[in-house]
Structure formats: C-alpha cells, structure tokens
C-alpha cells in the first residue's frame, strides 16, 4: 500500500462546536507527521460538515460523510445527495456501516446503490461489511464477507477502484459491548477480503485500503496495524478525544517502523 490509514466515525456525538474543537486539535496534534504516507480521516454528523471541512485543511484530515442517498435529487425526504455533499466540499462517503444495515436495515443491494452514485458523482466511498456474531458461529463469516463484497461493488469498474475503500468490522466487535476481535482473527479475515477484492478486480484490486475496525483501542492497535493484510484503524470511541487519537496513532507509526512494514 501507498498509504496507512486512520480514520474514525463520530457517531451521533459531538456537536458542531465540539466537532470544530476536536479538529483542530487533531490537526495540530498530528502536524507533522507525513500525509504522503499516512492518510486521516473523521467522519461527523451531518449538521457539523459545513463547520468541519471549513475549520481543518483536508490535505491534513479528509471530512467524511456517515450516509448518502442513492439519487442527485428526488422526493426522498430525509435523504442527502451526493451533490449536496460535494457543495460543501465533502469527498468521502461511508456506506453500509453496521447500524446502517441492522438498525436500519439497508440491504446490500441499496449500499451498492450508493457506492455506484458515488463513484458517479467523483466520490470516495468507504463501504463497510462485517459478519455478526450469529455468522461467526455457524462459520459462515468468509461467505458473509465475500457476498457483502460482490454485491456492494457490483458493476464498479476496474477503472473506479481508487476511489474505493473497505472497511472490515465484525458486528460483534464494536459497539458499547464489542469483543475485540484477534489479530490473527482479523487479519485472516482481511487475507480473504483482499483475495476477493482480486477476484472482483484482478490485481488493481489490490489497490483498495481495507481498514480494520472493531473496538481498536490503545491497548491492541500496536497488534493490529502490523498485521500483514491490515492497511489502517478504523478507530471507535478511543478515538473521540483527539489527545488520545493522536497518541494512539503516533505510538501504531512508531511500532510500524520497528516491524519494518513500511509504506511503499
């Protein structure tokens, strides 16, 4: 990979001031570490993207989006397009997040929707997947993630595959209550991730950054960032105090360089 990756969702936290502050202190925090080799992200609420992307220089901290509608405009009331992202300079777009599809239950078929409008529009889309624990068990999770993959991604073409991001995080991981998962764990699941974005593909789909996320924290992010098939934290809630993010992220880089996986 060109790059290491590290990004977190806010959730329904923060509100625009605690958001711009965040950023800002984020920003400084992680001033002089080398974007052409490390890449951050934070995805806020809607009601802090206009503030977010004006308060911080995307170069430094790209701003996403936790959702996007499927059409450049219609009756869909609710709904964002991604014309109205990119009128307040949003690139980047998550879609299928866990809670997205199980509390709200969008379908692979609708996050597919998503990803090709997107893609349309010049849009970076992260599309998360993820195996619930109930998968897990029955020993199903490589063909839960391989359908989530085929399906989200279907006719994305060949030429598209930069604006693509993965992000791998099992249901049963995250969350108030998520077990973190096992490096190994995780990084086997990240092997067949990678081996079906080739299948989809060919070899630019290695090409795409799959992110690991899952109750990353302190504590296992040393673990995981070394990991040979992981190309960046998706981070949760050890995250949402920007000191911490940055400590957390400054202490992966510094163990990276120890293990020798270096950026390309």
Known sequence: MKKVYFGTNLKMYKNIQQTVDY?????KGTELINREEYEFFVIPSYISLPS???SVSQDKIRIGAQNMG????GQYTGEISPRMLDEI???LVMVGHSERRHVFR???EEENKKVLCGLKHGLTMLLCIGETENEKEFGISNEVLRSQLIKGLHCVRKEEVKKIWIAY???WAIGVNGKPASEEYANSKHKVIKECLIDIFGECGLEIPVLYGGSVNPQNADSLITQEYIDGLFVGRSAWNAEQFSSLIFKSIDTLKKHNKKVM
């Open 169 to 171: 995080e099992p249901v």
């Open 52 to 54: 977010a992307t004006n």
């Open 106 to 108: 969008e379908t692979d």
């Open 70 to 73: 499927w059409e450049e405009e």
């Open 23 to 27: 950023l800002k202190e984020l920003e």
């Open 89 to 91: 300079s949003v690139k």
